[in-house]
């Protein structure tokens, strides 16, 4: 059994990305079709980053003024940078006069998804896509296969790849699922999701002797924490107690409120870009057109930029038959891409230990993030970085 179908622009992935640009397409009177291979429950429990841009809190206030980022979400004024125990706040409304919300990827998709659904967007869950053929003709097609087994075909005018790092999209846009630039790094993050009272008012990013430690949070009685880990370590190998010790190992000067850990979870570092973003009729969002290891929180908000600058282009293509912005859509989005892979690259560098370093590379380190938070100018674009270059 194959049934075909037919829109506009055939959407792979119900993240952010794929979410938000359905939403933008809408507004724009553009049609469009979303399919995911999860369910909705499985996307809506996907526990990702929590740190939106200014921007992107502009833009889900924008498209819905009642959002909850402002009610169950937590403007941050700034970040802390902890040197070897002492503290240093990065102001951000002082600095840029812009901020960053504490409001988790799961929520945003909540909220997506429940707008989406309730404006009758079709969108398809537990629907597989297996390839897309014909992207330099007119109407590319999204092979699928749907929940029930049966063959699904979505015949579009564009087909957009918002599914992911394991992209099927991709292929079809840069030839191999692999081509890219890329760096791995050897180490990762252990993360945990504990039950306690919040450890500190604000983040903190801790380079200390033992390594490093993001102190994070969730909620009044949620908190979210990561440790530098090996790349291959088993989250759970470690017992609660020895996982406090090291995390408090990692922030002198703070006593951390412990409570229950209720996940745990082990995240890799990589910086990708794929090689093309954009073939014919066939455009890459978010991660799977590029992935940013998670220091300074840029995954989603990146991926939602790519999107505000895709659902521009479509627009004038569709409603204005002007392909100027869809052939112009992969060096726009790399200009933005590239400053926020330098921004995670060189977070991460600031801060974490390299198996290989010895006092020196130690020593340099520390200088580096003296010179940005003793520097109007370093804390300046740190900030700037932070909270989101504007579009
Ligand atoms: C969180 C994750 C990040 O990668 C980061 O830089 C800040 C916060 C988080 O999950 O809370």
């Given at each position: 059994?194959?049934?075909?179908?037919?829109?506009?622009?055939?959407?792979?992935?119900?993240?952010?990305?794929?979410?938000?640009?359905s939403?933008?397409l809408?507004?724009?009177g553009?049609?469009?079709?979303?399919?995911?291979?999860?369910?909705r429950d499985e996307?809506e429990?996907?526990?990702r980053?929590g740190?939106?841009?200014?921007?992107?809190?502009?833009?889900?206030?924008?498209?819905?003024?009642?959002t909850?980022?402002?009610?169950?979400?937590?403007?941050?004024?700034?970040?802390?940078?902890?040197?070897r125990g002492?503290?240093?706040?990065?102001?951000f409304p002082g600095?840029?006069?812009?901020?960053?919300?504490l409001?988790?990827?799961?929520?945003?998709?909540?909220?997506?998804?429940?707008?989406?659904?309730?404006?009758?967007?079709?969108?398809?869950?537990?629907?597989?896509?297996?390839?897309?053929?014909?992207?330099?003709?007119?109407?590319?097609?999204?092979?699928?296969?749907?929940?029930?087994?049966?063959?699904?075909?979505?015949?579009?005018?564009?087909?957009?790849?918002?599914?992911?790092?394991?992209?099927?999209v991709r292929?079809?846009?840069?030839?191999t699922?692999?081509?890219?630039?890329?760096?791995?790094y050897?180490f990762?993050?252990?993360?945990?999701?504990?039950e306690?009272?919040?450890?500190?008012?604000e983040?903190?990013?801790?380079n200390?002797?033992?390594g490093?430690?993001?102190?994070?949070?969730?909620?009044?009685?949620?908190?979210?924490?990561y440790?530098?880990?090996?790349?291959?370590?088993?989250?759970?190998?470690?017992?609660?107690?020895?996982?406090?010790?090291?995390?408090?190992?990692?922030?002198?000067?703070?006593?951390?409120?412990?409570?229950?850990?209720?996940?745990?979870?082990v995240?890799?570092?990589?910086?990708?870009?794929?090689?093309?973003?954009?073939?014919?009729?066939?455009?890459?969002?978010?991660?799977?057109?590029?992935?940013?290891?998670?220091?300074?929180?840029?995954?989603?908000n990146?991926?939602?930029?790519?999107v505000?600058?895709?659902?521009?282009?479509l627009?004038?293509?569709?409603?204005e038959?002007?392909?100027r912005?869809?052939?112009?859509?992969?060096?726009?989005?790399?200009?933005?891409?590239?400053?926020?892979?330098n921004?995670?690259w060189?977070?991460?560098?600031?801060?974490?230990?390299?198996?290989?370093?010895?006092e020196?590379?130690?020593r340099?380190q520390l200088?580096e993030?003296?010179?940005?938070?003793e520097?109007?100018?370093?804390?300046?674009?740190l900030?700037?970085?932070?909270?989101?270059?504007?579009?």
């Open positions: 059994m194959s049934t075909s179908i037919r829109t506009q622009v055939a959407i792979v992935g119900a993240g952010p990305a794929g979410l938000i640009l939403h933008l809408a507004e724009a553009v049609e469009s079709v979303v399919i995911d291979q999860r369910s996307i429990s996907t526990i980053a740190i939106l841009e200014q921007g992107t809190v502009d833009l889900l206030t924008r498209i819905d003024t009642n909850r980022v402002h009610t169950v979400g937590d403007r941050h004024d700034g970040i802390e940078l902890r040197l002492e503290g240093h706040r990065i102001d600095l840029v006069g812009r901020s960053v919300w409001y988790p990827q799961h929520e945003v998709l909540k909220d997506m998804l429940a707008l989406r659904l309730g404006s009758g967007q079709d969108l398809r869950f537990n629907v597989t896509a297996s390839r897309v053929d014909d992207v330099d003709a007119d109407r590319p097609r999204v092979v699928a296969t749907d929940a029930d087994g049966s063959e699904l075909v979505i015949e579009a005018d564009f087909v957009v790849g918002a599914d992911g790092s394991r992209s099927v292929p079809a846009i840069a030839g699922s692999r081509d890219g630039y890329f760096r791995e050897p990762a993050w252990f993360g945990i999701l504990c306690a009272p919040a450890s500190a008012d983040l903190i990013y801790s200390s002797e033992n490093f430690a993001l102190i994070s949070q969730r909620s009044h009685d949620v908190q979210r924490m440790f530098q880990c090996a790349p291959d370590a088993d989250p759970n190998a470690m017992s609660e107690a020895e996982i406090w010790e090291t995390l408090q190992a990692r922030v002198p000067g703070t006593a951390l409120n412990e409570g229950r850990i209720f996940q745990r979870d995240l890799r570092f990589r910086s990708f870009v794929a090689r093309e973003l954009r073939h014919g009729r066939a455009a890459l969002v978010g991660d799977a057109a590029h992935t940013v290891p998670p220091t300074g929180a840029k995954g989603m990146l991926a939602i930029a790519d505000m600058i895709l659902a521009d282009a627009h004038a293509m569709f409603g038959n002007d392909a912005l869809i052939d112009a859509y992969a060096e726009t989005a790399s200009r933005r891409i590239w400053k926020a892979q921004f995670s060189w977070m991460t560098s600031m801060l974490h230990k390299l198996p290989e370093h010895n020196f590379d130690e340099r200088g993030l003296r010179s940005v938070v520097s109007e100018a370093g804390r300046t674009y900030a700037e970085a932070y909270t989101g270059w504007t579009l």
